[in-house]
């Protein structure tokens, strides 16, 4: 993509970042409203939520070609002679726990859409501690989980990937060696959408307030439509063409300040009221949201109206980064399965309580170990629980939700064969079983812990490849 | 003074980190944030909640949003794919917050009747074919 490579700013006081993807399962057709709806310069698209790593390492185990988000690579082909003519550079984590694979993919992709010789495509590694776990535990890296204080030791042998959440500073890289496509594996999802403005507008990394301003932006910008009208609760009804929802778009200015907007003609809406419930949107304490670049302080933000769909955003400060990458490690933590059954009119809730105490007896009598068995009536408490009461009588339905979690694999085998039964042996009128027996599950759960960035960072590698 | 139900003066939206879920709450209204900040203590937060949640509530306050942000340990039973829970990333504790009801002064709650629920005879559009 001439013009739009090679190092630092081309003096631009404003560039537009258009958010894609808010994770892998996203609107398809999204990315390609962005790059064809109006003038865009960035797209970014997040594909990595916590428990995708390990399914990908799954999926490597099996494919050592694959462990990357493979959508990513059909869309690459379909967008870049676009992305080509209209100099829009593409950042995206698909990569996985193989962003070598997905960037070689993505150079195929290219050259099957006809674009050789007029970009290149970056590749950020480094991310990946999962071959590393034992020389790192060696060198007194302990990787306490955050929560429990346990050391990383006592669960080993079960972990299926650990990946360092890394920051804005090889994206950056890459797109000052020209990169007009960047493979990430797992990084902070903010940092797609920031390193941009770092490279275009030459923001130092040690400009704490600079780089909290783009980590909002990121943060707005991550969860796609989530900022525009989507899955927005003020006036909901109001919201208008949610079937063509427009993505967020950053429109990032040199000091910092930004406005969230949308292509014009899109459904959607991007108004105070979205933009808040975005920015409150899994966040903890808003003074102090840690990232691997910067420590930002929500509490901060300051957002003006600034016409029809258009929300600026001004006056976000930080703090120095601290010395520690946050790790997601992921490890097998037994089965689970998820049973229903539907029960009817009248006192259907009744109904399926009864049903719920005869599968208990069942299970014990059976002898099955579980750490937890869980009951839910869905139509009734399985969203607000104790908080709705007791139901009536006359409720029309209830769905009898049973869930069972256990280290012991064959325990939840013969729980799947339990529900079924219930039909001709339980209460009555009890329908919806024709979906077969549930599917027992692997748990995998979730260990949080910090890493010296010293322990990572010579491992982080940026390289480039022609198209 | 008059009870209203929470859902009339704000709106929400909630979230998941592991087994913690985090509940922000809106005030449709900035005039109305000072009494969000004074009725909807940690304490009272957590007494709402009940045996929904294990661990603390923590409250912090963002009023240049007009928002407060609840942080609720032990919600979301293990949380991610330890959690045999319908909603097990916590994405609809947002309305389950809204159900409070709080004490307001008359005038606020005349002002925010009906706020936050669908108008009376609404329905859905329908959905808009393509004639091409």
């Known amino acids: 993509m001439s013009g739009s490579g090679g190092a630092g700013s081309g003096g631009r006081d404003v560039i537009r970042v258009a958010g894609a993807q808010g994770f892998w399962g996203d609107d398809l057709e999204a990315p390609v409203r962005q790059v064809e709806g109006g003038p865009i310069d960035y797209l970014m698209l997040d594909y990595l939520a916590e428990v995708t790593m390990s399914v990908l390492r799954k999926l490597k185990a099996r494919d050592p070609s694959a462990g990357y988000a493979r959508d990513f690579v059909p869309l690459m082909e379909r967008i870049f002679p676009a992305c080509v003519e209209r100099g829009v550079r593409v950042l995206a984590n698909a990569g996985g726990v193989n962003p070598l694979g997905c960037a070689e993919a993505v150079v195929e992709a290219g050259q099957a859409a006809g674009v050789a010789g007029e970009a290149r495509v970056g590749l950020v590694t480094g991310d990946d501690l999962t071959e590393r776990l034992e020389e790192l535990i060696a060198n007194g890296h302990t990787l306490t989980h955050m929560e429990t204080g346990r050391p990383l030791s006592d669960i080993l042998d079960d972990v299926r990937s650990a990946n360092v959440y890394l920051g804005a500073g090889p994206i950056v890289r890459a797109l000052s060696l020209g990169a007009d496509v960047v493979v990430t594996g797992r990084c902070a999802d903010a940092a797609l959408t920031y390193a941009p403005m770092i490279h275009e507008f030459g923001w130092s990394l040690d400009d704490a307030d600079l780089v909290a301003s783009g980590v909002v932006a990121g943060h707005i910008n991550e969860c796609g439509a989530q900022s525009t009208g989507g899955n927005c609760l003020a006036n909901w009804w109001e919201i208008p063409d949610l ?80 010395e520690l990458y946050k790790v997601s490690v992921a490890y097998s933590a037994g089965w ?132 | 003074m008059r009870s209203v139900q929470l859902v009339h003066l704000a709106h929400a939206r909630s979230g998941d980190k592991g087994d913690t879920a985090n509940v922000g709450v809106i005030a449709y209204e900035p005039e109305h944030y000072d009494l969000l900040v004074e009725r909807l203590t940690p304490e009272r937060v957590k007494r709402h909640f009940g045996t929904m949640i294990e661990g603390d509530v923590e409250r912090y306050e963002l009023p240049n949003l007009h928002a407060l942000n609840f942080v609720l340990h032990g919600a979301l039973d293990g949380g991610g794919t330890v959690s045999l829970m319908s909603d097990a990333q916590g994405k609809v504790l947002s309305t389950a917050i809204l159900r409070m009801e709080i004490e307001v002064p008359d005038e606020v709650a005349e002002a925010v009747e009906g706020r936050g629920r669908v108008p009376a005879g609404w329905t859905p559009p329908s959905p808009r074919v393509h004639d091409g």
Request: glycine share 10%.
């Open chain 1, 243 to 322: 079937a063509v929802v427009g993505f967020p778009i950053i429109e990032a200015r040199p000091d910092g300040s930004f406005v969230v907007t949308k292509h014009p003609n899109s459904g959607g809406r991007v108004s105070r009221a979205s933009v808040t419930e975005q920015i409150v949107y899994e966040i903890g304490d808003p003074a102090s949201y840690v990232t691997p670049d910067v420590v930002a302080d929500f509490t901060t933000v300051q957002l003006t109206d600034e016409g029809r769909d258009r929300v600026g955003v001004h006056g976000v400060t930080g703090r120095a980064p601290t």
């Open chain 1, 336 to 467: 689970k399965a998820v049973g229903t059954l539907t029960y009817a009119w009248p006192d259907a809730a009744l109904k399926a309580r009864a049903a719920d105490v005869v599968l208990r007896e069942r299970l014990d009598r059976l002898g099955l170990a579980f750490d937890e068995i869980r009951t839910e009536l869905v139509g009734w408490d399985s969203t607000h629980g104790p908080l709705v009461g007791e139901p009536s009588g006359e409720v029309p339905e209830v769905q009898l939700r049973v869930g069972v979690r256990s280290s012991d694999r064959a325990s939840v085998e013969r729980f799947t064969r339990e529900i079924s039964p219930l039909v001709l042996t339980g209460p009555p009128t009890v329908t919806a079983y024709g979906g077969g027996r549930p599917r027992v599950q692997e748990i995998m759960a979730f260990w949080p812990a910090l890493v010296r960035k010293d322990a990572v960072d010579p491992h982080v590698a940026v390289e480039v490849r022609e198209v």
